[in-house]
């Protein structure tokens, strides 16, 4: 669940939670732990468009954070 405002984490439902820059904080804390592999996982989108702009916002603003 990607959104443009701060999520706390006590406020999280899911653990990849928040704005680009905190699932890309959270996924390098895994990679930092020994995690080599995540599958990420999207739920009740309700259009091809939704999973686009998912995938996109992945590939663009997250996963760039996450390889620094």
Known sequence: FVTEH???PEAR???LMGTP???AERLRA???A???HAALAARN???ADDYRR???TAAGRIMPEVRA
Request: aromatic residues 10%; without cysteine; charged residues 20%.
């Open 6 to 8: 701060k999520v706390a």
């Open 13 to 15: 439902a899911f653990p």
């Open 21 to 23: 820059a905190q699932i």
């Open 30 to 32: 895994y990679r930092d």
């Open 34 to 36: 020994g995690v080599a």
């Open 45 to 47: 989108l309700a259009a």
């Open 54 to 56: 998912l995938i996109d």
